[in-house]
């Protein structure tokens, strides 16, 4: 089992940067695809960036450009820096993690909020 805690969410201005962290433990020898999602209320839930364990990474349409997903994996962490925020990617960011040798074993994040309005 792998367990996912995140942090760096919160309120920001239009325009402006926040750096989100999730930090994964529990199953060390694991190899890991990680992403971040996002879901506000009443929509599903939506892939914002996910990274593969060489990697190589995928996003949303609406965030390429903006958004870089990263990864270390010595500690089997993901991070989500997110630049030039516009009020639209108000959301509750969740982290995932999928293993590869048994893609069916997926952990998800309690998510984080992400809030951005002047």
């Known amino acids: 089992q792998v367990q996912l805690v995140e942090s760096g969410g919160g309120l920001v201005q239009p325009g402006g940067s926040l750096r989100l962290s999730c930090a994964a433990s529990g199953s060390m020898f694991s190899v890991l695809v990680m992403g971040w999602y996002r879901q506000t209320v009443g929509n599903q839930r939506e892939m914002v960036a996910t990274?593969?364990?060489?990697?190589?990474?995928n996003y949303g349409d609406s965030v390429k450009g903006r958004f870089t997903i990263s990864r270390d994996h010595f500690q089997k962490a993901a991070f989500l820096q997110m630049n030039n925020l516009k009020p639209e990617d108000t959301a509750v960011y969740y982290c995932k993690a999928q293993s590869v040798r048994d893609p069916m074993r997926i952990s998800w994040g309690q998510g984080t909020q992400v809030t951005v309005s002047s």
């Open positions: 990274i593969s364990p060489g990697g190589g990474a």
